[in-house]
């Protein structure tokens, strides 16, 4: 224990506790009109390394969700590519846990559009559909933004050629930019 009217073991302890410290650096001068300016310049990564909004390497991403194991659009499709991923049909396994909402098709049968149930996540709801991981955040981004939240009521999209048209995000249609490339729409 270290006593007060020990200076020099005090001294020796302060000196080891403060060992490594350095001083603050000068802060801005008064006399200068406040805080400096800090500038960067940053560069655009080339393609190769561009990465996804999920931290993975653009080219990885697109080997994941090319895989075969998700349902892709047919081979007559005029364009197979939605941003970075190959065009999907949905295929509809049925309501689970957190994917209760209920599934709007077309003609044929395909699921085209989601109606959100309460508590459901993105996540589930691409399982649903047999979609891959973000699937369904590309094709909403126009009108429900590059999101992955969910409200009870909300309208998610399914379909690579309705991406202008359909979806809604807490009752609203927001107008963010477009994927691109951007499958021809109806």
């Known amino acids: 224990m270290v006593s007060i009217r020990s200076g020099v073991p005090a001294v020796v302890l302060s000196t080891a506790l403060l060992v490594g410290c350095t001083t603050a650096p000068p802060g801005p001068d008064p006399t200068s009109g406040g805080e400096p300016t800090r500038t960067a310049t940053v560069s655009p990564a080339p393609?190769?390394?561009?990465?996804?909004?999920?931290?993975?390497?653009?080219?990885?991403a697109r080997e994941l969700h090319d895989r075969a194991d998700y349902p892709l659009a047919p081979d007559d499709a005029e364009l197979d590519h939605v941003h970075y991923f190959l065009v999907r049909v949905p295929t509809d396994s049925g309501p689970r846990e957190y994917a209760q909402g209920t599934a709007v098709l077309d003609a044929e049968g395909v699921p085209i559009a989601y109606e959100v149930a309460p508590g459901e996540i993105l996540d589930y709801v691409e399982e649903r559909f047999g979609l891959p991981p973000i699937y369904l955040v590309v094709l909403n981004q126009v009108r429900r933004g590059y999101t992955g939240m969910l409200y009870a009521g909300d309208t998610i999209n399914l379909d690579a050629q309705t991406i202008l048209t359909v979806g809604d995000i807490n009752g609203e249609v927001l107008a963010e930019p477009a994927p691109d490339p951007l499958p021809p729409q109806r």
């Open 47 to 60: 393609i190769e390394e561009e990465l996804t909004a999920d931290g993975a390497p653009f080219e990885e």
